[in-house]
Nanobody, 128 residues
Framework: QVQLQESGPGLVKPSQTISLTCTVS??????????WSWIRQPPGKGLEWIGY???????YYSPSLESRTSISRDNAKNTMYLQMNSLKPEDTAVYFC????????????????????WGQGTQVTVSS
């Protein structure tokens, strides 16, 4: 069973950059057809997909966040990362990493319902 664990600083100031880590166990982040996403949930709101890195290392981002976001991975550490810059108070949320499988084009992997395994989430608060 795949397990994911997020980690990162809990509190950052506006305009700063945050880096989050997702450590994966029980499966490889390079396994064919698996997509590895970052998803967040602001307080009192629904889940928002941020972007993914696919098994082949291609990336795809939410258009609303693409200019401020980068997702990468370290195959040797079986770990993926999220970097988001120019943070705003509205970026305050619980940030999750998740994985799901798609054997076709992966075009549907912006839908959070397609993710089967999730981490517990890490709180990120953007405040001065």
């Amino acid at each position: 069973q795949v397990q994911l664990q997020e980690s990162g600083p809990g509190l950052v100031k506006p305009s700063q950059t945050i880096s989050l880590t997702c450590t994966v166990s029980g499966g490889s982040i390079t396994t064919n057809y698996y997509y590895w996403s970052w998803i967040r949930q602001p307080p009192g709101k629904g889940l928002e997909w941020i972007g993914y890195i696919a098994y082949g290392a291609s990336t795809y981002y939410s258009p609303s966040l693409e200019s401020r976001t980068s997702i990468s991975r370290d195959n040797a550490k079986n770990t993926m990362y999220l970097q988001m810059n120019s943070l705003k108070p509205e970026d305050t949320a619980v940030y999750f990493c998740a994985t799901g499988r798609d054997i076709s084009t992966g075009l549907s992997m912006y839908l959070v319902k397609n993710y089967d395994y999730w981490g517990q989430g890490t709180q990120v608060t953007v405040s001065s």
